[in-house]
């Protein structure tokens, strides 16, 4: 069974920094790997993914993860933090043994709530 | 504008009670899935549903929960009898071959 690891609950930048969001996984087979983001009273919405191919993989808003085998990492990262940046954010795996729909069965990470300060 | 809406975005019941929560896709879409996230957790996967039968399902996803597509468009989850630990934000999403995208969420909360 999968699981994924967000390290910091709550993670706290200025403007202009180096945005760093840790996530581990535990994956039987290759993963394929997702960032969400949720702003206040919204639903999810897709960040990035990971399926195959190039290991660094950008996305929308300036964000950018690495998927790290050997690390079992897909940390996310965005050079310069805005103030818009400030959300939930939600690393997750999915479950690929089973095919089908089981491509959108998601594992996520608990979370980790990005506060920016001006 | 979302693929994805769902009503009611907010959703007060008494225990005991029936709740069915919608969802509809802004086009014709095979693959349907909700999760939920109690207040304070993670987001949690319940059901799957592919082609008109639920696909797979979560521990969590009893008797008490039920899904169907009653018109062919409209995707509903309906509790039958709410318990307190009902409590909690129920997303819809969309996908398949594709990542999820998802809806912006029932709220429900049972007094």
């Known amino acids: 069974a999968q699981s994924v690891t967000q390290l910091g609950s709550h993670v706290s930048v200025s403007e202009g920094a180096l945005v760093l969001l840790r996530c581990n996984y535990s994956?039987?087979?290759?993963?394929?790997l997702f960032w969400y983001v949720q702003y206040p009273n919204q639903g999810l919405q897709l960040l990035l993914k990971?399926?195959?191919?190039?290991?660094l993989v950008k996305g929308i808003n300036g964000f950018e993860a690495e998927f790290k085998k050997s690390e079992t990492s897909f940390h996310l990262t965005k050079p310069s933090a805005h103030m818009s940046d400030a959300a939930e954010y939600f690393c997750?795996?999915?479950?690929?043994?089973?095919?089908?729909?089981?491509?959108?069965?998601?594992?996520f990470g608990q979370g980790t709530i990005l506060t920016v300060h001006p | 504008e979302p693929e994805v809406t769902q009503t009611p975005s907010h959703q007060v019941t008494q225990m005991g009670q029936e709740v069915i929560l919608r969802c509809v896709p802004i086009?014709?879409?095979?693959?349907f899935y909700w999760y939920r996230q109690i207040l304070g957790q993670k987001v949690e996967f319940l059901v799957s549903?592919?082609?008109?039968?639920?696909?797979?399902k979560s521990e969590i996803f009893d008797d008490q929960f039920s899904v169907e597509r009653p018109d062919g468009s409209n995707f509903t989850l309906k509790i039958r009898s709410t318990k307190l630990e009902d409590s909690a934000m129920y997303f819809c999403?969309?996908?398949?071959?594709?990542?999820?995208?998802f809806g912006n969420g029932t709220r429900l909360t049972v007094t």
């Open positions: 549903f592919y082609n008109n039968e639920i696909s797979e």
């Open positions: 999403a969309i996908g398949g071959n594709s990542p999820l995208h």
């Open positions: 086009s014709n879409h095979l693959y």
């Open positions: 994956s039987s087979v290759p993963p394929y």
């Open positions: 997750a795996v999915s479950d690929l043994e089973g095919g089908g729909t089981s491509y959108g069965k998601l594992t």
């Open positions: 990971y399926t195959t191919g190039a290991t």
